[in-house]
């Protein structure tokens, strides 16, 4: 079945850095990636909406120049975090069209921020 | 607008009791999807169910089954003879299904504690 592939599965970083996260479609293109943060006990959000070959969709609210997404291939998605601070620590999770459910999410990448 | 509602935020119950998840959603589509996930402490979102809004069959599936109520608008979950490996959080969400690819949108959660 389809399999998103999403690395780290957690980072811990220092503020003011960056941190990149990957999202992968293995065995489908993956043309449209949705971008979710989930933070403590809380429910899913969507961040951005990323598009081969075009600019992201960005829900109001979320910083696209903190927040900065690259959509290279049909099979790759990365989602940056730059200047990092320890309010951004949260779960993030990418999800797909495609695969035998209408979507496959990835595994999540838990970030913590010090 | 479209959303979601799980005013279940934990339930803790004893092995092998019954339990029911309660989902209600909000949308002005005619044509959405419905689905459940369950959350393990590790994170990652394991599919449960999909269920589009033209198709109001009840579904069973082992010990889970879920009750669809277009006209009262909920999605209800149950599980049978809950196990202590049931013990997570589980989301309810809807998506929509007009031209293209579309958002999910999640409701907050409900954390089951499935107590030996």
């Known amino acids: 079945g389809a399999v998103v592939s999403q690395h780290p599965s957690w980072v811990i970083c220092k503020s003011g850095t960056s941190v990149k996260i990957e999202c992968r479609s293995l065995?489908?293109?993956?043309?449209?990636m949705f971008w979710y943060r989930q933070f403590p006990k809380q429910s899913l959000m969507l961040m951005a909406t990323s598009n081969e070959g075009s600019k992201a969709t960005y829900e109001q609210g979320v910083e696209k120049d903190k927040f900065l997404i690259n959509h290279a291939s049909l099979t790759l998605s990365t989602l940056t975090v730059t200047s990092a601070h320890p309010e951004d620590s949260s779960f993030y999770i990418c999800s797909a069209p495609g695969g035998s459910y209408g979507y496959t999410f990835g595994s999540g990448t838990r970030l913590t921020v010090v | 607008a479209q959303k979601v509602t799980q005013a279940q935020t934990e339930i803790s119950v004893v092995e092998k009791e019954d339990v029911t998840l309660d989902c209600v959603y909000e949308?002005?589509?005619?044509?959405?999807?419905l689905f459940w996930y369950k959350q393990p402490p590790s994170g990652e979102l394991v599919f449960l169910i999909r269920?589009?809004?033209?198709?109001?069959q009840n579904e069973i599936s082992g010990r889970y089954s879920w009750n669809f109520q277009k006209s009262t608008s909920s999605f209800n979950f149950t599980i049978t003879a809950s196990q202590v490996v049931d013990s997570a959080v589980y989301f309810c969400a809807l998506s929509e299904a007009t031209w293209g690819f579309n958002k999910f949108y999640f409701g907050s959660g409900t954390k089951l504690n499935v107590k030996p």
């Open positions: 949308t002005r589509d005619t044509t959405y999807y």
């Open positions: 065995d489908f293109q993956a043309t449209t």
């Open positions: 269920r589009n809004s033209f198709d109001e």
